[in-house]
């Protein structure tokens, strides 16, 4: 799995919880999978529809009624519902919330090692700077990632680290992305 697959992922609030039940073993139908996940009906769908799209889930032929389908992970979806489980369960519970931000994952994959703003912008080339900045500073107050500005450099360039949980879900994402 690549990084841009795990951005495409999480741009539904939705969608890594409902990999993550899946690969737990929750059924693939709406009932348990809304039960399991406690989103709304309206973003559960969408976060389906997009997982779908991007050819993670498909319907299971020959199960479910036509207006309650069942739904499997497919080859590919099985890798990344196995990346999504292990992040889903390093996360402290209280801080899922988080995890269903669209930056939050991606941006902390990019922190294994300590980064300036400008090489995490780069490693996701598709983020704004706005949004990279905001999804620092949630990941700051949460105490998920470190700003450490050096005092002596000029111009003053702070650097941004992985820190307590933060680390530990950038260690998981890191290594499943890059193996070796």
């Given at each position: 799995?690549?990084?841009?697959?795990?951005?495409?992922?999480?741009?539904?609030?939705?969608?890594?919880?409902?990999?993550?039940?899946?690969?737990?073993g929750?059924?693939?139908?709406?009932a348990?999978?809304?039960?399991?996940?406690?989103?709304?009906?309206?973003?559960?769908?969408?976060?389906?529809?997009?997982?779908?799209?991007?050819?993670?889930?498909e319907?299971?032929?020959g199960?479910?009624?036509?207006?309650?389908?069942?739904?499997?992970?497919?080859?590919?979806?099985?890798?990344?519902?196995?990346?999504?489980?292990?992040?889903?369960?390093?996360?402290?519970?209280?801080d899922?919330?988080?995890?269903?931000?669209s930056?939050?994952v991606?941006?902390?994959t990019?922190?294994?090692?300590?980064?300036?703003?400008?090489?995490?912008?780069?490693?996701?080339?598709?983020?704004?700077?706005?949004?990279?900045?905001q999804?620092?500073?949630?990941?700051?107050?949460?105490?998920?990632?470190?700003?450490?500005?050096?005092?002596?450099?000029?111009?003053?360039?702070?650097?941004?680290?992985?820190?307590?949980?933060?680390?530990?879900?950038?260690h998981?994402?890191?290594t499943?992305?890059?193996?070796?």
């Amino acid at each position: 799995m690549d990084i841009n697959l795990l951005v495409n992922i999480t741009a539904r609030a939705w969608a890594l919880p409902i990999l993550s039940s899946l690969h737990a073993g929750v059924a693939g139908r709406q009932a348990p999978l809304l039960t399991a996940t406690g989103a709304s009906r309206t973003a559960f769908a969408q976060s389906m529809d997009h997982l779908i799209t991007l050819g993670l889930l498909e319907r299971n032929p020959g199960y479910g009624h036509p207006l309650r389908p069942e739904f499997r992970l497919t080859p590919r979806g099985t890798a990344a519902a196995g990346l999504a489980h292990k992040i889903h369960t390093t996360a402290p519970h209280g801080d899922h919330d988080l995890l269903r931000k669209s930056w939050t994952v991606p941006v902390l994959t990019t922190l294994h090692s300590p980064r300036q703003f400008s090489t995490i912008k780069r490693s996701l080339p598709t983020i704004t700077d706005r949004a990279l900045s905001q999804s620092l500073k949630l990941m700051e107050d949460r105490h998920w990632v470190q700003r450490h500005v050096d005092p002596a450099a000029r111009p003053p360039r702070p650097t941004y680290a992985a820190i307590n949980a933060g680390a530990l879900l950038s260690h998981t994402a890191a290594t499943e992305l890059h193996p070796f």
